[in-house]
């Protein structure tokens, strides 16, 4: 009964797609609603005791793997917290990706307003959507498995940080995998029978012209997740039966009836208890349906909250920067860094592609037979991940780096871009303004066309976040400080990721399909040459956004490195029985998006702390 709701949301999808503009109270409204009624499971919450071994705050990517390896040992009590609700499974479905970053599972967090960039953008401001529910940024997430180059952790160790080479955290990614990606599965670099399942998503019609025109141009295929990382390939998701398989799916549902479990959602914690002369962690502060609760840790405290929650939360318990808790009257139990660091990867939006046949489009999402395809066997249109279904690696030469070392990675949504929906969700989820939507993206509505997506890997501009109040329920402020290298070092190698679009536009494999750049100049940038680097610059300022891979704020390092927060066993500095674990700690951009090697970061953190209380 339930599934033969989907259609009707479906349905109510397809009504509201005849106004792309002026939509996006109704289309949050709508889903709010959806998300109140469809919640899944229907579970009561669970009795609360006032001690566990470990809590855990965030069911995240780490969180939600550290408490799978915990509870496996039996005689250890484990509460994880959650502030989102259980995601519903409509969720589940990869197509409707970028509709759920409009819901209410999205923190709805934004960039600050910064001069330079997000020029295209409502109030010149970014979005930064990161996961609000059981599963994390899992739910919302466009599931690309990437675990990154062996060079970026042979960085990681370089800094410091011994036991996070290549070969050290290898293993992590291959125990948490069940692999579905055919051959590969057996190059030694993949596993079968781990918790969280990988497979290719849709196939759509440009995807073999696509990584053909790659080659022509010297790449070659390559299983991006082994040692041999160069090159191009169909997409690795983290898909089960065509499904989204999120971390609350891959870790958590299958151990809920682990009794030394406890799962509350709904929970927002808001402070973590230190004994401020032993400086040592003993429980947190939460609230829960309008009450406040404290609940004590006898061993630690593992703080999941992501790369915005958790520095937050660690500076509203006494630990962060001296100015800024003292600024707003926060007791200091420990000085540090936090949030003093903060990368993104980032990517324009502006590169379109035209072709000359049709390929395929949204239209499809409304054929009862992709959906009946989608039900009964996991397969078809519904299983795109919003149209990114291909991925390469690339070195510019404007990088400075060893060779093999990508500084540009390449995705592709073959549905086009922001003209694919009308601009009713893609427009909205991205916050570009309607009079530019309007006269750039709106002429392609119904043309066939693909987006070239350019990722910068390794940014040299640094971003930060500060606290904006007191008030653990004030949103902190964002800095992604985009652009602004002294050397300008990220904007050229962007711009020759621009020109990689045009230059494979033009192979012999992409012609087969009458691929011509969509030459109509970007509004604000017309008095600029077109094509020029200057006009590319332009357009970039305007039309670059968030792949939404923020790190770094509890930044992972030595005692010897000035902006560290965490040590190599993810430790906080100077507080005993608390770390962290999630894509904060990550102490430099990755050649990867960031579900994967989070992760990987909670598998080895539980075998850290298994070490640590003697039960290996």
């Known amino acids: 009964m339930r599934k033969l709701l989907i259609p009707l949301f479906i349905l109510s999808i397809a009504v509201l797609q005849i106004k792309a503009f002026g939509m996006d109270d109704i289309i949050y409204l709508s889903m709010e609603l959806w998300t109140k009624f469809y919640e899944w499971p229907f579970t009561s919450d669970p009795v609360i005791l006032e001690e566990y071994d470990f809590i855990v705050i965030g069911s995240g990517s780490a969180g939600s793997a550290v408490t799978n390896r915990l509870t496996e040992i039996k005689d250890w009590k484990v509460l994880l917290l959650e502030a989102g609700k259980q995601p519903n499974e409509l969720s589940d479905i990869p197509y409707y990706a970028a509709i759920y970053q409009l819901s209410p599972y999205n923190w709805g967090y934004n960039m600050e307003k910064q001069e330079g960039i997000c020029n295209a953008m409502e109030d010149g401001i970014c979005s930064w959507p990161r996961g609000k529910a059981l599963g994390g940024t899992t739910t919302i997430n466009y599931m690309i498995y990437t675990r990154g180059n062996p060079i970026d952790y042979q960085k990681w160790e370089e800094l410091g940080n011994p036991g996070w080479s ?17 051959n590969i599965c057996q190059n030694g670099y993949h596993n079968t029978g781990g918790p969280l399942s990988t497979a290719y998503s849709y196939k759509s019609k440009i995807s073999n012209p696509f990584i053909d025109g790659a080659v022509e141009l010297g790449s070659k295929r390559a299983d991006y997740n082994s040692r041999d990382y160069m090159g191009f390939s169909r997409m690795q998701s983290t898909q089960k039966n065509g499904r989204r398989h999120s971390a609350k799916a891959a870790f958590l549902d ?19 208890l230190i004994d401020p002369e032993t400086k040592t962690a003993y429980g947190v502060e939460y609230y829960h349906k309008n009450k406040k609760v404290t609940v004590r840790a006898t061993k630690e405290v593992i703080l999941s909250a992501g790369t915005f929650n958790s520095p937050q939360l660690l500076m509203l318990s006494g630990i962060g920067p001296e100015d800024q808790l003292n600024k707003f009257g926060i007791p200091v139990i420990q000085n540090l860094p936090v949030g003093k660091t903060l990368y993104d990867h980032i990517t324009p939006v502006s590169s379109m592609f035209i072709l000359n046949q049709t390929t395929d489009n949204i239209l499809q999402a409304f054929n009862p037979l992709s959906m009946t395809n989608w039900l009964l066997f996991g397969e078809g249109v519904y299983t795109s991940n919003s149209g990114i279904d291909n991925i390469g690696y690339i070195r510019t030469n404007v990088s400075d780096d060893v060779e093999g070392y990508p500084d540009i990675e390449i995705l592709i949504n073959s549905l086009g871009g922001m003209n694919f929906d009308g601009g009713l969700v893609s427009r909205t989820e991205l916050r570009v303004r309607k009079d530019i939507y309007k006269e750039y993206f709106h002429p392609l509505v119904g043309v066939p066309s693909y987006n070239m997506l350019p990722m910068l890997l390794h940014p040299k501009s640094k971003g930060y976040m500060e606290l904006r109040s007191a008030d653990p329920f004030d949103t902190p402020k964002l800095y992604g400080n985009y652009y602004s290298d002294p050397e300008g070092h990220d904007m050229k190698t962007m711009i020759r990721g621009v020109r990689y679009g045009q230059r494979h536009a033009k192979t012999q494999a992409m012609q087969k399909l009458g691929a011509k750049e969509y030459d109509k100049p970007f509004p604000g940038c017309k008095d600029l040459e077109y094509d020029s680097d200057n006009y590319w610059e332009c357009v970039l300022r305007s039309a670059t956004v968030s792949v939404h891979h923020q790190i770094s704020t509890c930044k992972m390092g030595p005692t010897t490195d000035p902006d560290a927060v965490v040590d190599n066993k993810l430790r906080v500095y100077g507080i005993e029985k608390l770390r962290v674990a999630d894509g904060s700690i990550i102490p430099l951009p990755l050649s990867a998006h960031t579900n994967a090697p989070c992760i990987m970061i909670g598998e080895k953190l539980g075998d850290f702390l298994k070490e640590q209380w003697k039960k290996v």
């Open 166 to 182: 290549y070969d050290d955290v290898l293993p992590y990614f291959i125990k948490s995998e069940d692999c579905h990606l055919g």
């Open 254 to 272: 299958p151990i809920r009836s682990r009794s030394n479990l406890s799962i509350l959602t709904q929970a927002r914690v808001t402070k973590i």
